[in-house]
């Protein structure tokens, strides 16, 4: 089975901006929903009007805005009452509008520059504030694959609190999905569904297809190696050099090898059990090369070359030849995708060169 694409996948939620445009999804059958979400819903989505009134409260203290400003927030508003807005812009528009650190943090943002969000430290700061902001700071890195940057500050909001709790559990759970952190995606995701019925119909399916991978993830197999491989690679797009990152090829270094040996120990026993029979003929005849589709029966001696990569990282640097002996053991007996998937991150790595 390929890889779900879940940066896509997140995206595509992305677009539909929350709450904001489409078809609802069909309400699901009785039974069926009750078989998946026995107890009540443990969230709420609240009205527009009601988060206005609580974002004006947080602020009381600060300058009113602009007249110009004030009749475009009454617009952006009034378009998300329709259920044509996405009413976590409007209250970072709000906030942006009464509050310079914010509205600093929405232009730094919009330049992929650093962001300075100390302010939201002062102890003086509305909680309510201090939370919107966050949420929406976390689904902003979210959009740019800033998964573990964004995990932190949407992992400790709470969706019965938040002005939006369908963004908040669907970002924080396609950060734990991709970090590999399946138990928590489920719990994020389940939530989610509690009120399917009342999410965007692709929002919705989005999610349902997350909870699908994310329960079938199996933490020993190769498609777990490759996902870990995504991450590097993701991270080392973003220029994340660091421990971490390091920390994540020594760990996909040290699973390829066990899943190397493993695969090694088990063709030994199959030529030691006989190889099911008629290894001569398995192979075309003597200098013949063996077609991929026919099984191997050949009793080579199995030996493999202890390959030394490093106390921590360079592997990407290994000599051609390696590579593609690990390449090639891998290849028979997996789906071709995940060779391709192994490649180029092996060209990913390489790329870095001495750099990394």
Same mark, same amino acid.
């Given at each position: ?167 908040? /559990?669907?970002? !924080?759970? %396609?950060?734990?999905?991709? =970090? $590999?952190? &399946? #138990?928590? @995606?489920?719990?994020?995701? *389940?939530? +989610? ?5 009342? /999410?965007?119909? !692709?929002? %919705?399916?989005?999610?349902? =297809? $997350?909870? &699908? #991978?994310? @329960?079938?993830?199996?933490? *020993?197999? +190769? ?26 090829? *020594? ?106």
């Amino acid at each position: 089975m390929r890889l779900l694409p879940a940066t896509a996948l997140i995206f595509v939620a992305a677009a539909v901006g929350g709450w904001a445009g489409g078809a609802r999804s069909a309400p699901r059958a009785p039974a069926e929903s009750a078989a998946e979400f026995a107890r009540e819903p443990s969230w709420t989505a609240p009205q527009p009007r009601d988060v206005r009134a609580q974002v004006e409260k947080s602020l009381d203290r600060r300058p009113p805005a602009e007249a110009a400003a004030l009749q475009r927030l009454d617009e952006t508003w009034a378009a998300v009452a329709a259920g044509r807005g996405d009413i976590l812009d409007a209250v970072i528009e709000s906030i942006a509008a009464r509050e310079p650190a914010a509205a600093a943090m929405v232009a730094a943002m919009a330049r992929n520059a650093t962001l300075d969000a100390s302010w939201l430290d002062d102890p003086q700061v509305d909680t309510f504030l201090r939370d919107a902001v966050r949420l929406w700071w976390g689904r902003e890195l979210v959009r740019r694959d800033r998964f573990d940057e964004a995990l932190p500050l949407l992992g400790g909001l709470d969706p019965t609190a938040s002005v939006d709790p369908a963004t908040l /559990l669907f970002h !924080r759970a %396609a950060c734990q999905h991709w =970090l $590999l952190d &399946a #138990d928590g @995606a489920i719990e994020s995701l *389940d939530r +989610l569904l509690e009120r399917e019925e009342q /999410l965007p119909a !692709r929002y %919705a399916r989005v999610a349902r =297809l $997350l909870r &699908a #991978d994310a @329960a079938a993830i199996d933490r *020993d197999s +190769l498609d777990h190696i490759a996902r870990r491989m995504r991450d590097v690679g993701r991270r080392l797009e973003l220029g994340r050099m660091g421990a971490g990152t390091r920390e994540l090829q *020594d760990g996909v270094v040290e699973s390829l090898d066990k899943l190397i040996k493993k695969l090694e120990e088990q063709r030994q026993q199959q030529e030691q059990g006989g190889g099911g029979g008629g290894g001569g003929s398995a192979q075309g005849g003597e200098g013949k090369p063996m077609d991929d589709s026919r099984v191997a029966g050949g009793k080579g001696a199995g030996d493999v070359q202890n390959r030394d990569i490093g106390a921590a990282d360079g592997w990407g640097n290994l000599p051609p030849h390696k590579r593609e002996e690990a390449l090639q053991q891998i290849g028979r007996e997996f789906p071709p995708h995940y060779r391709e998937a192994i490649e180029q991150y092996f060209k990913r790595l390489a790329a870095g060169g001495e750099d990394r």
